[in-house]
């Protein structure tokens, strides 16, 4: 099953000379539990590519279509309703509430898509156990370290149980082993069949996806399956003198 | 390798079989892609240069492999060398710049082709260095190494962006994301 499906999607801003088309008529599967990265040089599209596909901004041609419901056409209030609940957003920063604590994080969506607080509680402390930060729960955002405070991010766009996990950046702002942090959470997620898509320009992070798409000024030019291979690092390493 | 290899014996002189097992556990998660016989082939090698020689053993004679290898005063001094020396960045880069002219000059390819295929190939192994270092449990030192592997792959796959933009013939950084 296609959790994603996206035809013929453009987005295009401005007029005549000053056209610019963000993106320019693309079309995507993602089925359900594939880690998918989307990777391209700033400005190719990429970060609206996400956007639309999570119901953040509208196109200006083309269909999105989320497990199996269209979603471009959707009303303000479903579109509302939709992001809270089957969509789950990771930002290059973040976006925590910084006078909540990481658990009050976590929390804030199943409360705002209609929870019980006993209800939210006990998702919450299930999630910051996933992540590996249940001794964190109590800490506000400030007094985590980058990759903390992204793995409660992550933590928070799974309150939900989204159909989709959509990732812009995730990494952008965080130093080498931060990002193994996060990269782990994503590879552990994966493995619990959770869809992912992740927009990067950090090779590290497209090289753990298991397909990557090319983007270049707002088009498709590759897509490149990466997972599911067994070799060693044959060529990794060359052992002659 | 032969450098690992004499910098090992500076230790005690030792077994070929022993070098390899040493080799294998340094190298953590890679020491799998190295076979066996290159150690021997490697110290046929350094004898023949005058870093090493080997005696036979008299511990257990009945074993094949009993040469025990030791350094000359010229392995010492090559190790020293060694340990001594700045690694400089290996010159695959100037070898692939001087690809990407010489397609662009003689016509005979285009260049970002060559940038995408060379792209591809990295990807590739950095999609392999990054799922071993996953797989290493945190703060081992096998996983350092690979970590290193991954951060260079990581550094040439930004170089090639550069390349692209120079050789595709705009810049285009616009910024209409």
New interface residues.
């Given amino acids: 099953m296609n959790v994603l499906q996206v035809r013929d999607l453009a987005k295009r801003?401005g007029r005549k000379d000053n056209l610019?088309r963000?993106v320019d008529g693309v079309d995507l599967d993602v089925p359900a539990g594939q880690m998918l990265a989307v990777m391209g040089?700033?400005?190719?599209?990429?970060?609206?590519l996400l956007h639309l596909m999570g119901g953040l901004e509208r196109p200006t041609g083309g269909q999105v279509w989320l497990a199996g419901e269209r979603i471009d056409t959707a009303g303000e209030r479903a579109l509302a309703r939709l992001r809270r609940r089957s969509v789950g957003f990771v930002f290059q920063s973040f976006h925590l509430v910084e006078e909540l604590t990481a658990a009050e994080n976590v929390e804030l969506p199943v409360l705002l898509a209609g929870g019980s607080p006993r209800a939210a509680k006990r998702r919450a402390r299930h999630l910051l156990d996933q992540v590996g930060l249940a001794h964190r729960a109590r800490h506000l955002p400030w007094k985590l370290s980058g990759g903390e405070r992204q793995r409660v991010a992550v933590a928070r766009a799974l309150a939900n149980e989204p159909l989709v996990v959509l990732a812009d950046e995730p990494t952008g702002n965080l130093d080498?082993a931060a990002t193994?942090e996060v990269?782990?959470l994503f590879?552990d997620l994966r493995g619990m069949g959770q869809t992912l898509v992740l927009v990067t320009?950090?090779?590290?992070v497209?090289?753990?996806a298991d397909r990557?798409i090319?983007m270049?000024?707002g088009v498709f030019v590759?897509d490149?399956w990466?997972g599911g291979?067994t070799?060693?690092?044959?060529?990794?390493?060359a052992?002659?003198? | 390798?032969?450098d690992a290899i004499l910098a090992m014996l500076a230790k005690e002189p030792s077994h070929g079989y022993d070098l390899g097992l040493r080799l294998r556990r340094a190298?953590g998660?890679?020491g799998?892609?190295?076979n066996a016989g290159?150690v021997y082939v490697?110290l046929a090698?350094l004898e023949k240069a005058g870093l090493v020689v080997h005696e036979r053993s008299e511990e257990s004679p009945a074993r094949p492999d009993r040469k025990v290898y030791a350094l000359t005063d010229a392995g010492h001094e090559r190790v020293a060398a060694w340990l001594a020396e700045v690694n400089r960045p290996k010159p695959d880069l100037v070898e692939f710049h001087l690809k990407l002219a010489a397609a662009s000059a003689s016509r005979l390819a285009d260049p970002v082709e060559l940038v995408?295929a060379q792209?591809?190939e990295?990807?590739?192994?950095?999609?392999?260095?990054?799922?071993?270092?996953?797989a290493e449990p945190?703060g081992s030192t096998g996983g350092l190494l690979l970590?290193g592997?991954?951060?260079r792959?990581?550094a040439d796959?930004?170089w090639l962006?550069a390349c692209e933009?120079v050789w595709s013939g705009a810049g285009?950084?616009?910024?209409?994301?």
């Avoid at chain 1, 320009?201 to 590290?204: K, Q, T």
């Avoid at chain 1, 070799?231 to 390493?237: E, I």
């Avoid at chain 2, 285009?172 to 994301?177: D, L």
């Fill in positions: 801003h610019v963000a040089p700033s400005g190719c599209g990429k970060s609206t080498t193994n990269l782990r590879a320009h950090d090779g590290r497209a090289a753990s990557l090319s270049r000024d590759e490149t990466l291979r070799g060693q690092f044959d060529g990794l390493f052992m002659g003198d | 390798m032969q190298l998660p890679l799998g892609s190295m290159q490697t090698r995408d792209r591809r990295l990807l590739r192994r950095l999609a392999e260095a990054q799922r071993a270092v996953l945190e970590e592997i991954a951060l792959l990581q796959l930004r962006e933009r285009k950084e616009s910024g209409n994301e």
